[in-house]
């Protein structure tokens, strides 16, 4: 089961930001959060990674709270071509063997 | 383009028959994991391998097998194929960088396996 929680679907207006919200209550200590997304049927694209501290690259933000129990991805400028289904990950597993578990998801549909 | 590399992108066969999907993971990523994307199930994890070795298995059926080679690169094979087997086939590969960076999975463009 994943391990994490996030709303089955959200839309935004085109050139504002996006606020992918998550929860991961049972995040341990030393785990990292993964955001990936897919457009249609095309391959999870690696969007970003955090443990603790807020982490920004060229795709987007990434927010975690203190207590590490949920984080938000924020698009800032969303553009049509960000429409795709969004996941955040924890991984299951430890250094020998280990995997993703993809939820739903959350649908994000950018909006003209 | 993540540098993971999958053939055929389409694969058409009948039931009953086996097919072998290929994956060439990024330069320098030891770990290879597969994954099955059905219309009604997500991603569904099936199996890691790191440097040849299987690492760990998700729900992956009896009929179905991979190995990865001293090259790196691996095979999924799916045999007595039903047709609740299409489905999009993706492989991804890991290993590069440090802290969390190391687990990052770079996905290839899948193979679209249908099932006649």
């Known amino acids: 089961d994943a391990k994490t929680t996030q709303p089955t679907s959200m839309d935004c207006a085109e050139g504002r930001a996006a606020n992918l919200p998550c929860n991961h209550s049972?995040?341990?200590?030393?785990?990292?959060v993964y955001w990936y997304r897919q457009i249609h049927s095309q391959g999870p694209q690696y969007i970003i990674h955090?443990?603790?501290n807020n982490e920004t690259n060229e795709m987007a933000s990434l927010i975690i709270t203190e207590d590490r129990k949920s984080s938000t991805l924020i698009l800032p400028h969303a553009t049509l071509r960000d429409t795709a289904v969004y996941y955040c990950?924890?991984?299951?597993?430890?250094?020998?063997?280990?995997?993703?578990?993809f939820g739903p998801g959350t649908r994000l549909s950018v909006l003209p | 383009d993540s540098g993971v590399t999958q053939t055929p992108k389409h694969l058409i066969t009948a039931t009953g028959q086996r097919v072998t999907l290929r994956c060439s993971p990024r330069?320098?990523?030891?770990?290879v994991y597969w994954y099955q994307q059905s219309l009604d199930q997500g991603l569904q994890f099936l199996i890691q391998?790191?440097?040849?070795?299987?690492?760990a298995k998700g729900n992956i059926l009896e009929r179905f097998s991979a190995q990865q080679f001293p090259d790196l690169h691996s095979e999924l094979n799916l045999s007595s194929l039903e047709l609740g087997d299409s489905a999009l086939y993706f492989c991804?590969?890991?290993?590069?960088?440090?802290?969390?960076?190391?687990?990052?999975?770079?996905f290839g463009a899948g193979t679209r396996l249908s099932v006649l």
């Open positions: 991804a590969s890991s290993g590069g960088g440090s802290g969390g960076a190391k687990n990052i999975q770079y």
């Open positions: 049972t995040i341990s200590g030393n785990e990292y």
């Open positions: 955090g443990l603790k």
């Open positions: 990950i924890v991984r299951v597993g430890d250094n020998y063997g280990q995997n993703f578990v």
């Open positions: 330069s320098g990523d030891l770990s």
């Open positions: 391998y790191y440097n040849g070795e299987e690492r």
